[in-house]
């Protein structure tokens, strides 16, 4: 793949598993089925698009700035939106990068704007001669790919929610709450795409352009994805019950905190009352010429006190 270049990939298929490599200065050949692979946020991909006979209308499809994964016919060819997972160094997983595919009467023209894997590990196999041998095999083995690389991402999440469960158990803190709400966000972001990506291969499975072994090969794709949106799913509900179970941890606690000082409260009302009410400056308090009269206080707010702890216990309220 050319960094540099607009055209990320020109290769013509042998029909053998390699291919024959063209620039972008070369016109396409009608007579050889060939993949192009572009950068659709460059200028010249359109006008090289325009001067390569491609319909207008699989031009603006090929360079729309936002797509959905779908698979509808278009100029006589099939236009295919996919997602891929972002396996770029510091990059999220779940920030999918589109492909947009368009598979016409005489190969393929992809577009796309940020480097997918799954797109260099093909064409790393026609370089080393083990790749598709039609168009038609090159799109089954481009969904295949893509398929493929979400599993470990998934798995990933599934990993990092049994993690949290396993915090949860040993000890539950405040920081699992954003913890586990980030992976539910990934979750619902993943499933945004896959869901419609699974009907779109649903829909490629269907199209007459493939063969039997490409009908096979997206079928094990489709029931991969299908399992990986219900895997997907269960990390998600795991992922909400793991939150209910932080906040209702917390919130035990923070009801614990309030009953103790609750029963503290009701424990030093009357003692408070009582020395509130022998704090006053007036005359003719009792005790004020005894010499004991402090210790006999003392010792009667000790008996209220010890008298309230028994209520309470009686109340079972303690």
Same mark, same amino acid.
């Given at each position: 793949m050319d960094n540099n270049s607009w055209l990320k990939i020109g290769c013509y298929l042998d029909g053998e598993g390699g291919g024959t490599t063209f620039g972008p200065e070369e016109r396409l050949k009608s007579d050889q089925?060939?993949?192009?692979?572009?950068?659709?946020?460059?200028?010249q991909t359109v006008s090289w698009m325009e001067a390569?006979?491609?319909?207008?209308?699989?031009?603006?499809?090929?360079?729309a700035a936002e797509t959905r994964p779908r698979a509808i016919e278009v100029a006589g060819g099939l236009l295919v939106y996919l997602r891929g997972v972002n396996l770029q160094p510091g990059a999220r997983p779940e920030d999918m990068i589109a492909l947009r595919l368009w598979l016409g009467?005489?190969?393929?023209?992809?577009?796309q704007k940020r480097t997918l894997v799954s797109v260099q590990t093909v064409e790393a196999a026609l370089k080393a001669? =083990?790749?598709?041998? $039609?168009?038609?095999?090159?799109?089954?083995?481009?969904?295949?790919e893509l398929t493929w690389l979400m599993e470990d991402v998934i798995e990933n999440l599934e990993t990092e929610v049994e993690?949290?469960? =396993?915090?949860?158990?040993? $000890?539950?803190?405040a920081s699992l709450t954003s913890q586990l709400g980030l992976l539910r966000r990934r979750a619902i972001t993943l499933r945004r795409y896959l869901t419609p990506q699974r009907e779109a291969l649903v829909k490629l499975q269907s199209d007459r352009l493939f063969s039997d072994s490409d009908v096979i090969q997206i079928r094990e794709?489709?029931?991969?994805?299908?399992?990986?949106?219900?895997?997907?799913?269960?990390?998600?509900?795991?992922?909400?019950?793991?939150?209910?179970?932080?906040?209702?941890?917390?919130?035990?606690?923070?009801?614990?905190?309030?009953?103790?000082?609750?029963?503290?409260?009701?424990?030093?009302?009357?003692?408070?009352?009582?020395?509130?009410?022998?704090?006053?400056?007036?005359?003719?308090?009792?005790?004020?010429?005894?010499?004991?009269?402090? %210790? %006999?206080?003392?010792?009667?707010?000790?008996?209220?006190?010890?008298?309230?702890?028994? %209520?309470?216990?009686?109340?079972? %309220?303690?």
């Open positions: 089925c060939y993949w192009a692979h572009l950068d659709y946020t460059h200028p390569n006979g491609v319909p207008g209308r699989v031009i603006e499809a090929l360079t009467p005489h190969g393929v023209i992809s577009t001669g =083990e790749g598709a041998m $039609s168009a038609t095999q090159l799109v089954a083995a481009l969904v295949d993690t949290c469960a =396993e915090q949860l158990d040993a $000890s539950p803190t794709a489709t029931d991969r994805l299908l399992r990986l949106v219900e895997d997907l799913d269960a990390a998600r509900e795991h992922a909400t019950l793991l939150q209910e179970e932080v906040f209702a941890v917390q919130n035990e606690a923070i009801n614990d905190r309030m009953y103790l000082l609750a029963i503290i409260s009701a424990l030093f009302l009357p003692l408070g009352f009582l020395t509130g009410l022998f704090g006053i400056n007036v005359g003719g308090l009792p005790g004020l010429e005894n010499d004991r009269a402090f %210790w %006999w206080f003392c010792g009667g707010m000790s008996v209220i006190a010890l008298g309230v702890v028994i %209520w309470m216990r009686k109340r079972r %309220w303690l």
